[in-house]
C-alpha cells in the first residue's frame, strides 16, 4: 500500500521559514505529478506548487517568489520550501501524488503550519 508521510510543519514566525517534507514508499515516484495543497478549516483544499511528470512547475500567485517545489527521485521525496511566510500560510499542508494514466490520488495525513508572531 502507498503511503506518504509528511513531516516539516510547525510554528513560526512572520518572515520565517520552513521546509516541508514527503516521503513515498511503495511507489515509482517518477510516473506521478507531484504537488502541495493546503487547507483551512472550513474552506476547500488549494493547490500551493505542482512539478507535473515533465518537470513543468506550477505555483499559484500566493506561492510565487516564496515558495519552492523540489523532488528527490533517489530519496522518492518531495519538499516545499516556504520562505518569508505569513500569518496568511496558516493552514494544513498536504502533499498529493497523481498518475495521470490511472487518475489515481494519493495524499499525505497533513501537517499544521502556523505563522503568527
Known amino acids: 500500500q502507498v503511503q506518504l508521510v509528511e513531516s516539516g510543519g510547525g510554528l513560526v514566525r512572520p518572515g520565517g521559514s520552513l521546509r516541508l517534507s514527503c516521503a513515498a514508499s511503495?511507489?515509482?515516484?517518477?510516473?506521478?505529478?507531484m504537488g502541495w495543497y493546503r487547507q483551512d478549516p472550513g474552506k476547500q483544499r488549494d493547490l500551493v506548487a505542482r512539478?507535473?511528470?515533465?518537470?513543468?512547475?506550477y505555483y499559484a500567485d500566493s506561492a510565487k517568489g516564496r515558495f519552492t517545489i523540489s523532488e528527490d527521485n533517489a530519496k522518492n521525496t518531495v519538499y516545499l520550501q516556504m520562505n518569508s511566510l505569513e500569518p496568511e500560510d496558516t493552514a494544513v499542508y498536504y502533499c498529493?501524488?497523481?498518475?495521470?494514466?490511472?487518475?489515481?490520488?494519493?495524499w499525505g495525513q497533513g501537517t499544521q503550519v502556523t505563522v503568527s508572531s
Open positions: 511503495r511507489i515509482t515516484f517518477s510516473f506521478y505529478a
Open positions: 512539478i507535473t511528470t515533465g518537470g513543468t512547475i
Open positions: 498529493n501524488l497523481y498518475h495521470q494514466a490511472t487518475m489515481t490520488d494519493y
